[in-house]
Each structure stands twice: as structure tokens, then as C-alpha cells.
T-cell receptor, first 113, second 114 residues
């Protein structure tokens, strides 16, 4: 079964701690994305990657970092510099060459202890 | 500068009636329009899409309408069912899709009243 897997489903962060959210896809998609959702707001783009070893900042990249060492994987690190990390994080992938739709993972809820 | 607006943050509809969700946009360079449905603590799932060369696309209970001159996109659900209660987002794909800053609407929470 092809799809996107995000883990963990729930994550807690202590003050000053970095945490990493996992995103893996087996759809052979070139592009991967990280979005953040806050209550009452639309999805906001954190980072995106169109190809392995390349990624670009989205609208709210401050306090986050990513890597794209493999096509299948696009982990997101929420650093201690992110002052308001509590949110629902969504990973997505797409292959826009075929005008395919965006596929989403099931999300990770991050909370600060 | 919000390029895509869903002006109704919430909507309540009686079961069996029609639900109408709307998106208004300002950028005329969108090429492809999609609707996603999202349950709490889950990722959005694709619902229906329409390309800019069409003005209507139908799939079962779901119909999407595009009015390019008014820059208006709408989703009709009829008849509405309790399982339709969710948050609905519109997603706009720009013509130059090499620019990967896809634009989502802010979402509308639909509640179907049994």
C-alpha cells in the first residue's frame, strides 16, 4: 500500500529541547512538504523540497530545520528557537509533473510540557 | 496578504440538505483547484478537483463550481450526511507549478445536524 507515514502521532517537547518529526513516503514522489496547522488557521508552509538534497523555506521556517538525504524521507526538526511549537504538523508529497494531487500523512500533534 | 479566503469559518447544515462551501481568490494565475476534507487529528484527504478550463466537476454527492471571472470556487454537497462533518480546505495550484508555494484557504468547519 503506497502512502505517507508520519510518526509519532503525539509528541511532547520540554523547554529548550529539539524534537524531530518523521515523514516517510513510498509513492516515489519528488516533492515533499511540511505544513503546520493551528486552531482556526489555514495550513501554513514551513519547508518544502522538490528534489533530494535540496529544500526551500516556506512562509514560517524560523525555528525549524529539515533534511532531504533520501527521496523517501523528509524529517522536520523543531528547534528550541521555535517559541510557539504547539501545533498539528502535516507532511505531504506530490508529483506535480502529472498534475497529481497532494497526498498527506496522518499528522503529528506536538505539545510543549 | 491572503490570496485565498474562505469567509465562513463555520457552517451548520441540516442532514439531507445542501451544504455550500466557498473560496474566493485574488491571483488569476491559479491553474488547478482542489478541495480537501480534514477530520480532527488526521491528515486532510482529497475530495474533488477542477482545472481552470472547466466550470463544473461532479463526483457523486460532491460538485465543484469554478467562476473564473468572479475568482470564486465553491463546493456543493447534496444530500449532506453526518459523516460530512469536518473542516474543508480549498487548495489552489499556480500555473507556474515549479513554484511550490501552494496556497490553502483558511478552512471552513462544516457541522451536519442530524
Amino acid at each position: 500500500d503506497g502512502g505517507i507515514t508520519q510518526s509519532p502521532k503525539y509528541l511532547f517537547r520540554k523547554e529548550g529541547q529539539n524534537v524531530t518529526l518523521s515523514c516517510e513516503q513510498n509513492l516515489n514522489h519528488d516533492a515533499m512538504y511540511w505544513y503546520r496547522q493551528d486552531p482556526g488557521q489555514g495550513l501554513r508552509l514551513i519547508y518544502y523540497s522538490q528534489i533530494v538534497n535540496d529544500f526551500q523555506k516556506g512562509d514560517i521556517a524560523e525555528g525549524y530545520s529539515v533534511s532531504r538525504e533520501k527521496k523517501e524521507s523528509f524529517p522536520l526538526t523543531v528547534t528550541s528557537a521555535q517559541k510557539n511549537p504547539t501545533a498539528f504538523y502535516l507532511c505531504a508529497s506530490s508529483d506535480w509533473t502529472a498534475n497529481e494531487k497532494l497526498f498527506f500523512g496522518s499528522g503529528t500533534q506536538l505539545s510543549v510540557l | 496578504d491572503q490570496q485565498v479566503k474562505q469567509n465562513s469559518p463555520s457552517l451548520s447544515v441540516q442532514e439531507g440538505r445542501i451544504s455550500i462551501l466557498n473560496c474566493d481568490y485574488t491571483n488569476s494565475m491559479f491553474d488547478y483547484f482542489l478541495w480537501y476534507k480534514k477530520y480532527p487529528a488526521e491528515g486532510p484527504t482529497f475530495l474533488i478537483s477542477i482545472s481552470s478550463i472547466k466550470d463544473k466537476n461532479e463526483d457523486g454527492r460532491f460538485t465543484v463550481f469554478l467562476n473564473k471571472s468572479a475568482k470564486h470556487l465553491s463546493l456543493h454537497i447534496v444530500p449532506s450526511q453526518p459523516g460530512d462533518s469536518a473542516v474543508y480546505f480549498c487548495l489552489m495550484i499556480p500555473t507556474n507549478f515549479g513554484n511550490e508555494k501552494l496556497t490553502f484557504g483558511t478552512g471552513t468547519r462544516l457541522t451536519i445536524i442530524p
